[in-house]
């Protein structure tokens, strides 16, 4: 059976692979981004009727984290939107580890819609779609907490589940964590990308401080700080939040991308080989 489905978030890191793998299965997919017709803003409640009306499905991402103040209010609105229009089934990315973001798993639980709730790990492709990338074209990746072990995961891999279970309703209900195979620390994560790209990249251990006093020194805004401040005391400082998860192999019958595979394949996209200057 073919779905309607709209895919929020759709032209971000997880959002895009799953709207490839939906179109490639024949479903019908729009896309909710602000800069989608009709367009979809999380800071605009007035946008998602317009977006949920005539679709069955939706995935939803939450932008810039389900951690933030307003995100819970956005998340309960978009429900009771989705109810209304009649939607069947959503799925809800979230983050593994963050008490914040499970108050939201609640609300999407509680909606009275089908669900699957997506706990994942920090993705792969922060270092090349997303806040890592100018680090690694620097040659310096200096970030906290040296010693943290992060089962990071792939959005492709992600996004093969969450194609799945958006069409599959033997997951309803279901909480899967999403994980990568093993768990790394940046100065491992780091020493495989430079052996994969050939780049000289170095890690370099800072205190959280010395991180948020960059960042606000690189003119981000105070909310970003405060975001990224929270990710990592809250994610990374907590061992249980690292654990391994076998769900991607119960999903899809197959192994988790390591993190060398994600190497080989983005050196051959061509995104390291640029020049940036660092701004955070
Ligand atoms: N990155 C990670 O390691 C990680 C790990 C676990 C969970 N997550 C979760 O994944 C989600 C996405 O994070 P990400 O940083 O990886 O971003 P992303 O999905 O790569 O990109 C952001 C997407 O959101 C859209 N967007 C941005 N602002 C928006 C707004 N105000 N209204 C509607 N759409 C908006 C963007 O499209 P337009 O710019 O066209 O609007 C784009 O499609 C977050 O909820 C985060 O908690 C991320």
Redesign the pocket.
Known sequence: MKHNILV?????????RVVERLNESGHHVRI?????SPA????DPSTYVPALKGMDRAYI???????VPGAREAIEKLTEAALREGLEKVVL????G?KE?EACEEIVANSGLNYTLVR????N??FS???FLEFVLAGQVALPMPEAEIPFVDADDIADVVARVLVDDTYNGQTLTVTGPRKMTWGEVVETMAAGTGREIKYLPISLDEFKEGMKAAGLPDSYVWLFGYLFSEVLGNPHNQEVSADVQQVLGRKATDFREYVEKTVSTGVWNQSVQQTL
Not at 40 to 43: A, K, L, P, R, Y
Not at 61 to 67: S, T
Not at 120 to 123: L, P, Q, R, V
Request: aromatic letters at 16%; hydrophobic letters at 30%.
């Open positions: 929020i978030g759709g032209t971000g890191k997880t959002g895009s909710g981004s602000r800069n989608s979809f803003d999380w800071d991402v939450y932008y810039p984290d389900l951690a990315l979230s983050g593994k963050e973001a994942a790990s920090w993705f492709q922060n779609e997303g806040a």
